[in-house]
């Protein structure tokens, strides 16, 4: 049974509900007070108006999921976790509507580490990089998010594939990659500034049909190739491609060809 709020409670509740996940500092924003606001979360807590996620965050209940399990969006919760953050890796490919799968993984960049932690079966892992750039700031669902751009996106799974959900997941989600500018990818490489980043990149889209990336673009990246030799993923069953420097999985055609 439902407990009934009172009117200081149903106007802090009308306050919060646009917001869908809230931390301590919203209700503070609205009562100007920290003990009362820290009692008023525990009312609201108490009378299911409020669900707990972590220590300072919460999920406000919708009036028509009062009385049953409520699952909170993974990327509005993903938004309160860190001040300095951008949505990423495969978490990104999902937002922009490109991903293969679905993950229970949200992927959250920052310049800080932060503890992974699991709630109703979402994980929420940080990824830390000095990279901090090609990040759009995002209307979702009544806020607003920050989310590494398409280009950035492409080149964040790159250079850490096992965030991307694996090769095969990768490749088959840059199958759905509508529009690439190339003109700005070609600047955050040269911001990277990773000489390993030039031999995946270059391979990647060359094994790309629908992306189909310029003849000067991918002549600016072969200029960029040096004489060692780099691993695409891991070390095992890889075979050579010359023309990259790059050694490659040997079951990669036959993953493309079902991507």
Not at 64 to 70: F, G, N
Not at 117 to 125: E, I, S
Not at 160 to 176: T, V
């Amino acid at each position: 049974m439902v407990k009934s709020l009172s009117p200081t409670e149903q106007m802090i509740y009308s306050k919060l509900y646009p917001k869908r996940v809230i931390t301590t500092s919203d209700v503070y924003q609205i009562l100007e007070n920290k003990h009362k606001s820290a009692d008023y979360i525990t009312n609201l807590r108490e009378k299911g108006f409020l669900q707990k996620i972590k220590r300072g965050l919460y999920a406000v209940i919708p009036p028509d999921a009062l009385e049953r399990k409520y699952l909170p969006d993974k990327f509005l919760i993903a938004g309160k976790l860190k001040k300095k953050y951008y949505i990423s890796h495969h978490s990104a490919l999902e937002f922009h509507g490109i991903a293969e799968s679905v993950f229970s993984t949200v992927y959250v960049t920052s310049k800080t580490y932060l503890k992974p932690f699991t709630y109703q079966n979402m994980t929420y892992k940080f990824i830390t990089t000095k990279h901090f750039f090609g990040i759009k700031k995002l209307p979702y669902k009544g806020e607003s998010l920050f989310v590494s751009d398409t280009e950035k996106t492409f080149l964040d799974c790159i250079r850490r594939i096992k965030y991307a959900g694996g090769l095969e997941e990768m490749m088959k989600s840059f199958h759905d990659i509508p529009y690439i500018n190339y003109e700005k990818l070609w600047k955050y490489l040269k911001r990277f500034n990773e000489k390993s980043l030039y031999h995946k990149t270059g391979f990647i889209l060359e094994s790309l049909e629908n992306l189909s990336a310029p003849k000067s673009f991918m002549n600016k990246i072969r200029r960029e190739i040096v004489k060692k030799v780099y691993y695409l993923q891991s070390k095992k069953n890889c075979v050579y491609i010359k023309k990259w420097n790059l050694m490659v999985p040997k079951n990669f055609e036959e993953l493309i060809r079902f991507a």
